[in-house]
């Protein structure tokens, strides 16, 4: 072999055995850059999944953390709004014991105020009953009596009237409340039997109404159905010589007591005037004197 292919046979050799060592070292370097690439990605794969894992930690702990805020502001809300009710509660238990504290003392100053204007026209009452007792007890005949009788009954009822009992009549003596029947009381005269009230009450000797509905009117003037009349015999030695009637009907009196007191009035009237009718009696028969006619004498 010639001295120039050795040399060449010798350049490739050196030539090969370099690539080929080239070829193995950049093989390895690129076996060990692939792995380190590899380890890298293997890392970097560890770090996303261990930072997810902490994203996802961070992640609850934010939504456990805003829970609880949330939880906390709503356990705040609810307590504000419990105290907010119960001051409001508490102020409108005030505002009604107020009230009806003030309701209480107004109803008690009504109640006050209008037992205080009962008792004053109840003493009212019984002032004018007592003035009226005494003008009976003070009239000396008969007719003085009954005038005595029909002025008291005035006072205490809307209509009254006093009738003599004249045999089966009876005829009026003195009227109030009859309109114009009022100038001419002597108008009255009926037979008992259609003097209605008056005329039950000259017959039984003892009070009537018309408060059952089976009996009338005074017989000589009408008496609405919601209204109650009331007949009183005057009484002497036990026979009846005059009838008081009375009643409530006046055109609408806003001022008389309801239940009326008229009624016990009229009885007291009636009864105190039978007993000075009696004692007048007594007092002629005992102090014998000149005879005198009695107006409205029983016939």
């Known amino acids: 072999m010639a001295l120039e292919d050795r040399i ?6 050196a030539v090969q055995a370099l690539v080929g060592e080239f070829v193995s070292i950049h093989t390895d370097e690129s076996a060990r850059q692939q792995a380190e690439t590899a380890e890298r990605l293997r890392e970097a794969e560890r770090v ?5 894992q902490r994203l996802a930690g961070t992640d609850a702990a934010i939504a456990d953390a805003v829970r609880a805020a949330v939880d906390a502001e709503r356990a705040r809300l609810t307590a504000d709004a419990q105290e907010q009710r119960r001051l409001l509660q508490e102020e ?10 003030r309701a209480i003392a107004a109803t008690k100053a009504s109640i006050d105020e209008a037992r205080a204007g009962e008792r004053e026209a109840e003493m009212a009452g019984f002032a004018r009953l007592v003035e009226s007792v005494r003008g009976l007890d003070g009239a000396t005949s008969l007719s003085e009596v009954l005038d005595a009788l029909a002025l008291a009954a005035a006072k ?8 003599v009992v004249k045999g089966e009549h009876v005829v009026g003596w ?9 100038a001419q009381p002597k108008s009255v005269d009926l037979p008992i039997a259609e003097a209605g009230v008056i005329g039950v009450a000259a017959t039984s000797s003892r009070a009537a109404t018309t408060q059952s509905g089976q009996v009338d009117g005074p017989g000589f003037d009408h008496l609405p159905e919601d209204r109650m009349g009331l007949a009183m015999p005057v009484l002497v030695g036990g026979r009846v010589v005059a009838v008081v009637y009375a009643d ?3 055109g609408g009196d806003g001022d008389r007591m309801v239940p009326a ?6 009885e007291i009237l ?3 005037a039978g007993r000075c009718l009696e004692a007048l009696t007594v007092q002629k028969v005992a102090v014998p004197g000149p005879a005198r006619p009695v107006p409205g004498a029983v016939g």
């Open 8 to 13: 060449r046979t010798s350049v490739d050799q």
């Open 48 to 52: 996303r999944a261990e930072l997810e």
């Open 92 to 101: 409108r238990n005030t505002a009604i014991a107020e009230a009806e504290a």
């Open 156 to 163: 205490e009822a809307a209509r009254a009237a006093v009738v």
């Open 174 to 182: 003195r009227l109030s409340g009859f309109g114009a029947r009022d």
């Open 248 to 250: 409530g009907v006046n």
């Open 261 to 266: 007191p008229w009624p016990e009035a009229i």
């Open 270 to 272: 009636a009864r105190h």
